[in-house]
């Protein structure tokens, strides 16, 4: 089936650090949705991008829907301790493909940790 | 306050035993997803629903059952055929249409001696 590569699996930062993040596949995506997740708790969406190219920011994080529709980028500027945790990007499947259509598929995630 | 509750937050059941685990939503959403999640992976689909009284199986099916009588309601039952049953269990919802934005709740971690 379709699988995302997300990296780094894990980094350590130091608050004030920018922080940098990429999901890739082999396949087109239609959707890129990036989401983070604290210890113990439901994932929640953080952006939602819809089309190549596109460029969307909520607040200090950034995110890119890659111009061949295989990657997206999730930078976060100036780091906080309250950004760590696992991010986790998410795509969805193309309408045609065996017959999920519309359900994503999720990286194994980016783990934030803070630098000790 | 719109969302989606999943209770209990924790679950410990023993081996052999079916175990219901529930989800509502009041986010008025058409479509239900259940989804596992183990240790350092990502989330993978049991079953999902986008409409009441339909619902399809995800990558994971076996060992799991659910059903969907109302639209805010959509519980998933792990019954004893199911080999690993451990696991931290997410329910989600999402409008149907050109947006696949998911929401989640809080989870459910069930544990089978």
């Known amino acids: 089936g379709q699988q995302l590569n997300q990296s780094p699996q894990s980094m350590f930062i130091q608050e004030g650090e920018d922080v940098s993040m990429n999901c890739t596949s082999s396949s087109i995506f239609n959707t890129w949705l990036w989401y983070k997740q604290d210890p113990g708790e439901g994932p929640v969406l953080l952006i939602a991008l819809y089309k190549a190219g596109e460029l969307t920011s909520n607040g200090r994080l950034t995110a890119q829907f890659g111009i061949t529709r295989k990657d997206s980028f999730l930078n976060i500027s100036a780091s906080i301790p309250s950004d760590v945790g696992i991010y986790f990007c998410a795509g969805v499947t193309p309408m045609n493909y065996g017959g999920s259509q519309g359900n994503l598929i999720f990286g194994k995630g980016t783990k934030l940790s803070v630098k000790p | ?113």
């Open chain 2, 1 to 113: 306050d719109g969302g989606i509750t999943q209770s209990p937050k924790y679950l410990f059941r023993k081996e052999g035993q079916n175990v219901t685990l529930s989800c509502e939503q009041n986010l008025n959403h058409d479509a239900m997803y259940w989804y596992r999640q183990d240790p350092g992976q990502g989330l993978r689909l049991i079953y999902y629903s986008q409409i009441v009284n339909d619902f399809q199986k995800g990558d994971i099916a076996e060992g799991y059952s659910v059903s969907r009588e109302k639209k805010e309601s959509f519980p998933l039952t792990v019954t004893s055929a199911q080999k690993n049953p451990t696991a931290f269990y997410l329910c989600a919802s999402s409008t149907t249409g050109v947006s696949y934005e998911q929401y989640f709740g809080p989870g459910t971690r069930l544990t089978v001696t």
